[in-house]
Nanobody, 123 residues
Framework: QVQLVESGGGLVQPGGSLRLSCAAS????????MAWFRQAPGKEREGVSC???????SDADSVKGRFTISRDNAKNTVYLQMNNLRPEDTDVYYC?????????????????WGQGTQVTVSS
């Protein structure tokens, strides 16, 4: 059974940092494309970052230079390092996965999702 579990969210001041983790089970994440999305109530879901099984990455323009996606294949875990956080980064962040070696930031491409972790950026 495929399962994705996010952790690492919380409250941080503007300019601060957080690292989100996504622990995968039921499959080997190294062989799948993994991605992070975010969504707030009443807003559309936004693709944030993705990393393909081949290691290619893609980031949304809104987070380029601030967020970095990475993976630890030994731990079957994907991370999202978020630096220089802004109030507009406040959202629920979701981890997602699909089986193709293709990094896309379209949520409809991903059949597997975690439950989300809340990130709040506020002073």
């Amino acid at each position: 059974q495929v399962q994705l579990v996010e952790s690492g969210g919380g409250l941080v001041q503007p300019g601060g940092s957080l690292r989100l983790s996504c622990a995968a089970s039921g499959f080997t994440s190294a062989y799948r494309t993994m991605a992070w999305f975010r969504q707030a109530p009443g807003k559309e879901r936004e693709g944030v970052s993705c990393i393909s099984s081949g290691g290619a990455t893609s980031d949304a323009d809104s987070v380029k230079g601030r967020f970095t996606i990475s993976r630890d294949n030994a731990k079957n875990t994907v991370y999202l390092q978020m630096n220089n956080l802004r109030p507009e980064d406040t959202d629920v962040y979701y981890c997602a996965s699909h089986s193709l070696n293709e990094c896309r930031l379209s949520g409809s491409d991903y059949p597997y999702w975690g439950q989300g972790t809340q990130v709040t950026v506020s002073s």
